[in-house]
C-alpha cells in the first residue's frame, strides 16, 4: 500500500522539475536515474556495514558517490557539474550490472539550473533502498503518470482490472508466466503479488480466507511472517526465472526493469523484442500468459514473420494469435482486446476467431467503454483463454460488466455496485466444472453460456455475447415478429399521386435525426417538386432509422411528427417503418435502438469503407417481441416517463454556462498580456505516418472530454520535435478553435504528446492568471460573446490570433481566481450528477423494455 508521505515526495519531485521538464515521460526518468543513482550507493554503504566492499563507486568514480554529492557545504553549482558528469560517465563503469548500464545508457540532465537541482536530489535523498512493497508502490505510483505507454494504441491498464485478470487466471509458483508487450510490467508483477500472497502462511493456515484484506499486507504486519513465507529460496529463484516480457520500446523495458527490481527481481527478465516481426524466440511457450496489446497497427500493416497460424497485418489479430500459439498444453491466457477481435467481419478476424473458438477460448468478457478513461473511451474485452477448458467443454462463457467500481467520466471517480467480485466468482466456479467436461450451464445474472456449435453457425464465429442471449432459453408466452410482419419498410410515394407538385412537405436532412433521442424537429420545407425521386418519403407516425455507418451506429433514429400536410421527404439513408395496427410507433422505435438489435446488426453491415449499410433484408427479418397492444402502451408510458427525467436533466447539461460575477473595479488586460504565447498550429501540412505523435485537428476537442485521440492520425518524431516549444502543448495549456467550429476551448491535461492544426490557438497562461479560470471565463457568455464578434468571414468565419490576443479578460486577484474556479467547478460537479442521472434513468429505459425481450419467444430471460 503506498504511503501517503512517499507519495508526497514523488509529488514533490515532480513539482521540482516540471518548470524545466515539462513532460511527464521525461520527469520519470529523471526521478529513475536518481533513484537507482542513490541507491547504488546505499547498497554500497550497506555491504561495508556488513563488512564487505563497496561494488559500484570504487576507484575513479568514488567522487561520484551520492553521500559526497549531497553532503553539506557542496555549492548547487559544484553539485550540477558532479551530477551531469556522473550521468555522462557512469555507463562506462564496469562494475554495473546490465540492468544498470542499461538505466545510464543515454542519461543526460536536461536543463542547467543549480537551485532545481539542489531541492530535486535533496528530495531524493529521503528515499532509502530496499526491496518492500513500500517502494515497489512508490515506483508504480510514479509510472500512473505516464497514462499512455504511447503512441500504438496501447493504454496504461488500470491496476484494479490488471488483478481481477490475474486472480481469475491465477498463476501457480512453478509455471512460467509471461506478457510479449508487457510495457511497465503491470501484469508480471500483479502476478507475482498474487503468487505471494498464495503462498503465505496467513493464507495457507485459512485465516484470510474469505477477507478482503491482502493477506500479504497481512504478512507485514508479523515479525516473523513476510508475503510468500512458505517458498523455499530455491523456488523463489525459480519464480523469478519463470516471470518473463517482451516489448518493442526501449523506454519502457528500461522502466519495466527498474519496476521489477524494486519488487524484488534481482535479475529481471525483461528484453526489448519484436513478437510480431522477430522469430527468434517462436519456439519458448508459457504456462500463462496476461497482457493488454497494442490496439493499433501503422499504416500499411505490420509485416509479420510466416509462422502465425492467421494471416494478418493486424496487430491485434497477430498478438493474440501469438499468445494462443504460445501456451502449453495446460496453459491460460487473460487478453484485453478491442471490439474488432469480437465481431469484425474480415476474413483475418473470422480465422482468429475459429481458431480460438476450436482450441483455445473459454470466456469472453465484456467491459464497458470507458475503462481506459481519461486516455481512451476504447470498447473493450477481456479474452479468457484455457487450452483444458476448450479440450473438455463444448461451451464457451459470456459475461458483461457494467460497472468496474469507478465512474466512466474522465475522473474514473470509486462508486459503489462493482461487479468484478461477483464475475470472478461466478466464472471461477464455472471454469472449474467446464475443466471436468461439465461447463454447459452458467447460473450467473451477469453471464450465459453458448456451445461452440452455435458459435461456429453462421461462419462468422461472432463473440458479440448478446448475439446468443436471443436463443438460449426455453419457449415462453410473448411471441417475436419479423419487423416485416409487422411494418411496412418504405412506403411506395405511389401514395402522394393525388398531391399537387406545389403542395408542402416537410424536409429532414440526416443532421436533423437526433441521436439516441425519439424526437426531431423538421426544420425545413419544400413543395412535393423539389423533392422529386432522389428522396426517401415517409408520414406522421413513421419510425425512421438511419442505414448508414456511422449515424446507424451512433444512434440516429425517431418518430415523424408535426410534417407540413402530414407528408415528409429526407436523406436516402433513411429506412422508413410504418407500424401497423397492433404495434406502436414507440415500441418499435425501441425495438431497433435496442442494444440486441443494433449488437447484431452491425456485423451484417455491407459496402465498402464509410458506406457500409445495415440490409434491408435484415431489417425485415429481424424478429421483434410483440405484447398485447396494452402492454406496449404500459411500457412505452414507464419508459417516457423516465424520457422526461433525462430530457430534464440533459436541458440543465445543454444550458448551462459558467457564470463570472465581474467586479467593476477588477482590472482588464488583454488576453495576449496575461499568456506567455498564443499560437496556432503548423501552416505546413505536415508529413502523415504510420506510427509517431497523434496530429490532433477540431473534431479531436470536446468541450466536456477534453481533447480525444481515437480518430487522430500520425507525424513523425522529428516533425514534432521541430516545432517551436509554443506549438507543442503541455499540462496547464489551452486550445481554443479558431476556425469554422471556433470558440470550442479545452485544457491540455496528462501527459500524452501531441500536435494539432492551424484551425487550433494554443494559449499558454503566465503566473498572472489561472488555467482553470482562464478557461471558464472563455466559455462563459462573456467570453463566447468576444469570440462571436472577433469571428470574420463569410463561407467559414475565424478568429485571427490577433483578435484572440485582444480579447479582454477581467483579472481579479489570484486568491479571487481560485475562488472561482471552485465555484464554478463546484456548480459543474452538479451539471455532471446530470450526467449520472441521465445514465441511471437510459439504463431504467433498458430494463423496462428488457423485461420483454428477455422473456420474449426464444429470448433468454433476465
Not at 519496476?259 to 529481471?268: E, K, W
Not at 440533459?650 to 495576449?672: C, E, K, L, S, T
Not at 491540455?748 to 471558464?776: D, K, T, W
Amino acid at each position: 500500500m503506498l504511503d501517503t508521505d512517499t507519495k508526497r515526495r514523488i509529488d514533490t519531485c515532480r513539482d521540482i522539475l516540471v518548470g524545466k521538464v515539462p513532460d511527464p515521460k521525461s520527469q520519470v526518468e529523471q526521478i529513475t536515474v536518481a533513484l537507482i543513482y542513490k541507491f547504488m550507493d546505499d547498497m554500497d554503504l550497506e555491504s561495508e556495514e556488513l563488512g564487505g566492499e563497496r561494488k559500484f563507486f570504487t576507484k575513479d568514480y568514488e567522487r561520484y558517490r551520492w553521500a559526497r554529492l549531497v553532503a553539506p557545504g557542496v555549492s548547487g553549482q559544484e553539485m550540477l557539474n558532479s551530477y551531469s558528469e556522473a550521468l555522462t560517465k557512469m555507463v562506462e563503469n564496469d562494475q554495473l550490472p546490465e540492468l544498470f548500464r542499461s538505466i545510464f545508457r543515454n542519461a543526460y540532465l536536461p536543463y542547467r539550473d543549480p537551485e532545481t537541482l539542489r531541492s530535486f536530489l535533496r528530495e531524493i535523498n529521503h528515499f532509502t533502498y530496499d526491496h518492500s512493497e513500500k517502494l515497489g508502490d512508490a515506483f508504480e505510483y510514479l509510472l500512473s503518470v505516464l497514462g499512455s505507454q504511447g503512441d500504438a494504441g496501447q493504454f496504461r491498464t488500470p491496476r484494479h482490472i490488471i488483478d481481477f485478470m490475474v486472480e481469475i487466471i491465477d498463476p501457480k509458483k512453478s509455471e512460467i508466466i509471461m506478457d510479449p508487450a508487457c510495457g511497465t510490467a503491470g501484469f508480471l508483477i500483479s502476478a507475482y503479488k498474487h503468487i505471494l500472497k498464495a503462498n503465505s502462511s496467513h493464507v495457507a493456515n485459512g485465516n484470510g480466507k474469505g477477507q478482503e484484506t491482502d493477506a500479504a499486507e497481512q504478512a507485514l504486519e508479523s515479525p516473523l511472517r513476510y508475503p510468500g513465507d512458505l517458498l523455499t529460496p530455491e523456488e523463489r529463484k525459480q519464480l523469478a526465472r519463470n516471470i518473463k516480457g517482451y516489448d518493442i520500446s526501449p523506454d519502457m523495458v528500461r522502466l519495466s526493469l527498474v519496476n521489477l527490481y524494486l519488487h524484488g527481481f534481482a535479475d529481471p527478465k525483461v528484453e526489448e523484442y519484436d513478437t510480431l516481426t522477430s522469430e527468434e524466440k517462436w519456439t519458448e511457450m508459457a504456462d500463462v500468459i496476461l497482457a493488454n496489446p497494442p490496439f493499433m497497427s501503422p499504416k500499411g500493416g505490420i509485416k509479420p514473420h510466416t509462422r502465425f497460424q492467421v494471416q494478418s497485418k493486424r496487430s491485434e489479430v497477430l498478438f493474440v494469435d501469438y499468445m494462443a500459439e504460445h501456451l502449453t498444453p495446460q496453459g491460460r491466457a487473460a487478453i484485453i482486446v478491442p471490439e474488432g477481435i469480437i465481431f469484425q467481419s474480415q476474413s483475418a478476424y473470422v480465422a482468429l476467431r475459429k481458431m480460438l473458438v476450436d482450441g483455445y477460448l473459454a470466456a469472453v468478457i465484456s467491459l464497458p467503454a470507458g475503462v481506459f478513461n481519461p486516455y481512451s473511451g476504447v470498447k473493450t474485452s477481456i479474452l479468457i483463454l484455457d487450452r483444458a477448458v476448450a479440450k473438455a467443454s463444448q461451451h464457451v462463457a459470456f459475461f458483461k460488466i457494467e460497472n468496474d467500481g469507478f465512474a466512466l467520466g474522465a475522473q474514473r471517480k470509486a462508486v459503489k455496485g462493482s461487479q468484478l467480485a461477483q464475475v470472478k466468482a461466478a466464472l471461477g466456479a464455472w471454469l472449474l466444472a467446464a475443466r471436468a467436461g461439465v461447463g454447459e450451464e452458467l447460473e450467473s445474472e451477469l453471464g450465459f453460456a453458448v456451445s461452440r456449435e452455435e458459435l461456429a453457425e453462421g461462419g462468422d464465429y461472432n463473440l458479440s455475447g448478446e448475439r446468443y442471449k436471443l436463443a438460449t432459453a426455453e419457449e415462453h408466452e410473448i411471441p417475436r415478429v419479423r419487423i416485416a410482419e409487422v411494418c411496412t419498410l418504405n412506403p411506395p410515394k405511389k401514395e402522394l399521386s393525388d398531391l399537387l407538385p406545389e403542395t408542402e412537405v416537410s424536409f429532414v436532412p440526416m443532421a436533423d435525426l437526433n441521436e439516441w433521442r425519439i424526437g426531431f424537429e423538421a426544420k425545413e420545407v419544400k413543395t412535393l417538386a423539389e423533392v422529386g425521386a432522389s428522396y426517401t418519403y415517409f408520414a406522421n407516425g413513421d419510425v425512421l432509422l438511419a442505414k448508414v455507418t456511422p449515424c446507424f451506429e451512433n444512434g440516429k433514429a425517431g418518430i415523424a411528427r408535426n410534417l407540413r400536410n402530414g407528408v415528409g421527404f429526407g436523406s436516402s439513408e433513411f429506412y422508413v417503418l410504418r407500424p401497423c395496427e397492433n404495434v406502436l410507433a414507440e415500441w418499435v422505435y425501441r425495438c431497433v435502438t435496442h442494444e440486441v438489435f443494433r449488437a447484431k446488426a452491425i456485423p451484417q453491415m455491407t459496402g465498402t469503407g464509410g458506406l457500409q449499410r445495415v440490409p434491408r433484408s435484415f431489417v425485415e427479418g429481424f424478429e421483434i417481441p410483440l405484447p398485447p397492444i396494452e402492454v406496449q402502451r404500459e411500457i412505452v408510458a414507464e419508459i417516457e416517463g423516465y424520457q422526461r427525467v433525462i430530457d430534464g436533466a440533459r436541458a440543465v447539461i445543454d444550458n448551462y454556462r459558467p457564470h463570472i460575477p465581474v467586479d467593476p473595479d477588477w482590472p482588464v488586460a488583454a488576453m495576449g498580456d496575461i499568456c506567455t504565447s498564443i499560437t496556432d498550429g503548423d501552416h505546413q501540412p505536415p508529413p502523415k505516418a504510420d506510427e509517431g505523435i497523434p496530429f490532433v485537428t477540431i473534431s479531436n476537442l470536446h468541450e466536456t472530454d477534453g481533447v480525444k485521440f481515437e480518430k487522430t492520425f500520425f507525424v513523425p518524431r522529428e516533425y514534432f520535435n521541430a516545432l517551436k516549444e509554443t506549438r507543442r502543448p503541455i499540462a496547464g495549456d489551452l486550445l481554443y478553435s479558431v476556425t469554422g467550429s471556433y470558440g470550442v476551448v479545452v485544457p491540455v491535461i496528462g501527459s500524452r504528446e501531441f500536435c494539432f492544426q492551424r484551425h487550433i490557438a494554443l494559449l499558454r497562461p503566465s503566473n498572472q492568471v489561472m488555467s482553470g479560470y482562464l478557461l471558464h471565463y472563455l466559455r462563459s457568455p462573456a467570453g463566447k460573446k468576444q469570440g462571436d464578434e472577433a469571428a470574420t468571414g463569410v463561407a467559414q468565419k475565424t478568429v485571427s490570433l490577433k483578435a484572440l490576443r485582444e480579447f479582454r479578460v477581467p483579472l481579479p486577484s489570484i486568491d479571487m481566481q481560485s475562488a472561482i474556479v471552485a465555484e464554478i467547478e463546484a456548480e459543474q460537479a452538479l451539471v455532471n450528477g446530470n450526467r449520472d442521472l441521465i445514465a441511471r434513468f437510459e439504463k431504467k429505459i433498458d430494463a423496462a423494455i428488457a423485461r420483454v425481450w428477455g422473456v420474449a419467444k426464444g429470448e433468454r430471460a433476465t
